[in-house]
Nanobody, 126 residues
């Protein structure tokens, strides 16, 4: 069984920061592209950031470039999303996702990811 478990969400003020973690199990973690998506009520799931198997290639949505950083630690089977300068429009449930195909990093398409976590809530107050 493949499991992805997000943690680190919470309620913060605009301009503050959070670090999200994604713990993976049931897979050979170093073989998988990892990504973060987010979804607000009534909105479509939105790509946030992706990272290649070794961490050498990253991809970010324009809305988070310069503020968010995706990273991974293959020895710990974990991926991370450092979120700085948070804005109220960043409020959403954040999901960790994984896929075996390296091209998923560039695509930013939710349909290209086979495995998903349960999500963690991030709320940014103004």
């Amino acid at each position: 069984q493949v499991h992805l478990v997000e943690s680190g969400g919470g309620l913060v003020q605009a301009g503050d920061f959070l670090r999200l973690s994604c713990a993976a199990s049931g897979l050979t973690f170093g073989w998988y592209t990892m990504a973060w998506f987010r979804q607000a009520p009534g909105k479509e799931r939105q790509f946030v950031a992706g990272i290649s198997t070794g961490g050498g290639t990253t991809n970010y949505a324009d809305s988070v470039k310069g503020r968010f950083t995706i990273s991974r630690d293959n020895a710990k089977n974990a991926a991370y999303l450092q979120m700085n300068s948070l804005k109220p429009e960043d409020t959403a449930v954040y999901y960790c996702a994984a896929d075996i195909n390296y091209r998923a990093v560039a695509s930013g398409r939710a349909v290209d990811y086979d495995y998903w976590g349960q999500g963690t809530q991030v709320t940014v107050s103004s």
